[in-house]
């Protein structure tokens, strides 16, 4: 399997999240089972079956987690030298042309992005736009309104 690039905050959260799924919600998962069969007749046992769902739920995401972390390639970019340049893993300051907005992005991986937190996928189109470019570079994305010009002002390895 391919490997995915992954920053060094996203691995440390989805192996947080893992150790709290194994020891702490997995125990909880199968008391309530222990507690439900305790009820008698599990046929019509609503609460053994609504843990028996939670179990699946919970052991998939460990499936998935475990998953994740073993085709990772973990890219620590506090590590890496600032060129200047645009890469996987550094925070981007862009200024709109034609706006004359700033707006700030980190380039992680497609599981850690979230817009909400200005962390874009690498594979997005902004993303695959500014990889490789440097401070200063004027850089012309296509987004679903159209051709938008940006420059990159400043390229951060935090």
């Known amino acids: 399997m391919n490997q995915v690039p992954m920053t ?13 799924l194994k020891t702490v919600k997995r125990p909880e998962i199968i008391e309530a089972i222990a507690e439900a069969r305790e009820h008698g007749d599990l046929k019509e046992n609503a609460e053994y079956h609504a843990a028996r769902e939670q179990q699946g739920f919970c052991e998939g ?15 620590d970019v506090t590590k890496i030298p ?16 034609d706006t004359d907005e700033e707006v700030t992005y980190q380039i992680v991986g497609d599981d850690e992005s979230d817009i ?10 902004i993303a695959r736009a500014l990889i490789g470019k440097e401070v200063d570079s004027e850089v012309e994305v296509t987004t679903p309104g159209g051709q938008v010009e940006y420059e990159i002002v400043a390229v951060e390895h935090a």
């Open 116 to 125: 909400k937190q200005n962390r874009i996928s690498v594979n997005s189109p």
């Open 8 to 20: 060094a905050q996203g691995a440390e959260a989805l192996r947080e999240e893992l150790n709290h």
């Open 61 to 75: 995401r460990i499936q998935d987690i475990e998953g994740k972390l073993s085709n990772a390639q973990i890219i």
């Open 82 to 97: 600032n060129t200047g340049k645009v890469i996987f893993g550094v925070t981007v300051t862009l200024l709109n042309i």
